[in-house]
């Protein structure tokens, strides 16, 4: 959305669906969404996984960078609460309702997020407490001294066979007849998976019967140690063996290897088992910790959620009120009187609509307008004759009386020739009189009707009003008093109209009061939209101006004085309006009256329109 002025005097407005930077923006705010979204999957990972395992190197990594998403999102938050801030002291429009939005915003994401946090920790708790309750755990450490005690047994029994007397006459014959040996082996000890014979001196191997995996080298035969049961695995099956030094059948020393092999995925059981129980002991320790643990964890990932919210708040709240703010600022160029503003707008929803009736209102307003002002030109004109038809018509009279009286007086010059002398003097008085007060009225229309443009320039005010003061005070009855003034005020005006105007109000407050009066000036800083202003104040004490006159005394040629053009507070009007300036008075009848002039403190471009 953006703002942008046409040739000529036509100013538009220009509203688009989507800028630029609301893309980005929204692509931005996506962005940050999915990078938020990636940390809590990486990081939760990371902690679900360092409960049971050796802490990852990346875990300091990730943890910076959960840390810092935050932080980045705070500072984003705090830039542009702060731009707010900035803008609410300005004043600019559509700040409060922006601050609404956001708070309606922030308010709803929090109602939403409350609950889910209760009812997630509440869920949390309900499954900690059924899962990890006093049965789970004797459960897992009943399954555990199972485990233990299978394979004790195992063991045991193993080395009570091979230490019997009877294994020792079995395997006697085992050089000879390893077969029949196996035979009666599986026959006492139908546990035995394997038998393998070896000659003590070379380790030939004489005989093998059983599983592949548990066939032993010649090298691994001389690493296991006699008469002691040992655990290998072999395949990915785990076994029982022990190794037996016997004199053979033949008088020579044999080795006997026996095996006996675990259940598949004994080992895999018996670790999840202890690694389970480790944990759920851990658990259970460290119940109360792991709640609260689980409930900073909400937290660091609910954080950077209500931020990123809050970012979105920011983004929609401006895409929602500008064009409220173009709307508000188009409306105030027309209360300024400015009526070739204009909204231009791509969208076709309800705020497009909105727009084309306002425009269709301004176009209605300018023509209405431009009616009114030609109206009242014709109409200010038609006074404006009646009344200088009238000014002119009074002081023909005795100006064709005077005329009249010389012409009979010439005609009887023989019979009094002294008396037509003072005829004459006082009748070319008479003329001179009226010829000067038509000359004057006719200055005075001319003036008005040719006023030259202001040229505006810096002037200290206070200095203009004690120059013009010094012109109507000091002479006993009146009294002009300037002290509220500001000495350092400097306001761009025309310095020789603005003494015009001035010393018209003076001179109508001492004129008006007919004797003594005093005449108070004051200045004061003011603020109307988005413009500053030096209002001056010019109250007397004088009688005051009647109620039925007031509507009408700025009216060209309308006046309460005797010998009044009725031009003087016109002219005042008309120079505060170039300067882009108004003028106002509040009067009450026998205390006196007090003219407002709000000047600006800057110039923009001059304000279209005649007088």
Not at 110 to 131: C, E, G, H, K, Y
């Amino acid at each position: 959305m953006g703002g942008c002025a046409a040739p000529g005097d036509f100013a538009v407005i220009l509203f688009r669906k989507s800028g630029t930077g609301s893309y980005s923006s929204l692509i931005s705010v996506l962005l940050l969404y999915l990078l938020l979204m990636a940390l809590v999957l990486v990081f939760s990972n990371q902690v679900l996984s360092e409960l049971e395992v050796t802490p990852s190197p990346f875990g300091g990594v990730i943890l910076v960078a959960t840390v810092a998403f935050p932080a980045f999102l705070a500072v984003l938050v705090l830039v542009n609460v702060a731009r707010l801030v900035r803008d609410r002291a300005l004043g600019k429009p559509g700040v409060p309702f922006k601050i609404r939005l956001m708070l309606f915003f922030t308010v709803v994401v929090l109602l939403s997020a409350v609950p889910q946090a209760i009812l997630s920790a509440n869920f949390i708790r309900t499954m900690l407490d059924a899962w990890y309750s006093e049965p789970t755990g004797e459960a897992l450490r009943s399954g555990q001294r199972l485990a233990l005690d299978y394979y004790g047994r195992t063991v045991d029994d193993l080395d009570d066979f091979v230490s019997g007397s009877l294994f020792r006459q079995v395997v006697r014959d085992a050089d000879r007849v390893p077969r029949q040996v196996w035979d009666d082996i599986q026959q006492l000890k139908p546990r035995i998976d394997s038998f393998q014979v070896f000659t003590a001196d070379t380790l030939e191997e004489l005989f093998f019967e059983g599983p592949n995996e548990a066939r032993l080298s010649e090298s691994q035969v001389l690493r296991a140690r006699s008469d002691t049961v040992s655990r290998d695995s072999s395949g990915g099956r785990s076994f029982l063996r022990i190794r037996t030094d016997v004199e053979g059948g033949t008088g020579r020393p044999i080795i006997t290897v026996l095996s006996v092999f675990l259940p598949e995925a004994f080992d895999t059981a018996a670790d999840q088992l202890s690694r389970g129980l480790e944990t759920f002991a851990q658990i259970e320790e460290l119940r109360g910790v792991f709640l609260t643990a689980i409930f900073l964890f909400y937290v660091v990932f609910a954080t950077p959620i209500l931020l990123l919210a809050v970012l979105v708040s920011f983004l929609l709240s401006d895409e929602i009120i500008r064009p409220l703010v173009n709307l508000e600022e188009a409306t105030r160029r027309v209360a300024e009187g400015d009526f070739s503003f204009r909204i231009l707008t791509r969208s076709n929803d309800d705020v497009g609509m909105l727009v084309q009736s306002f425009n269709r209102m301004i176009s209605e307003l300018d023509r209405s307008r431009k009616k009114m002002i030609q109206t009242e030109k014709i109409a200010a004109w038609q006074e404006i004759a009646q009344r200088l038809a009238h000014e002119i018509k009074n002081p023909l009279t005795p100006i064709r009386l005077s005329a009249e009286r010389l012409r009979r007086k010439y005609r009887d010059l023989r019979d009094d020739p002294e008396q037509f002398a003072r005829v004459l003097e006082r009748s070319v008085d008479n003329i001179l009189r009226e010829v000067n007060g038509l000359n004057e009225l006719l200055g005075e229309f001319s003036s008005f009707s040719r006023m030259p443009a202001p040229q505006p320039a810096p002037v200290k005010i206070r200095g203009l009003v004690a120059e013009v003061a010094g012109s109507y005070s000091g002479d006993g009855t009146a009294v002009v008093r300037y002290d509220d003034v500001d000495a350092e005020l400097e306001v761009p005006v025309d310095a020789a109209q603005m003494k015009q105007v001035l010393a018209n109000l003076f001179k109508n407050a001492i004129e008006a009061a007919g004797g003594e009066v005093t005449i108070v000036v004051r200045s004061d800083l003011v603020k109307r939209g988005n413009s500053r202003y030096c209002r001056l104040q010019i109250r007397d004490n004088g009688p005051g101006i009647d109620e039925a006159d007031q509507a009408e005394i700025f009216n060209p040629y309308y006046t309460t004085k005797r010998h009044g053009t009725g031009l003087g507070l016109a002219i005042v009007e008309r120079i505060v309006f170039d300067h882009q300036g108004q003028i106002w008075f509040e009067s009450v009848v026998g205390t006196g009256t007090t003219f407002f002039i709000d000047l600006p403190l800057s110039r923009d471009e001059k304000r279209q329109g005649s007088f």
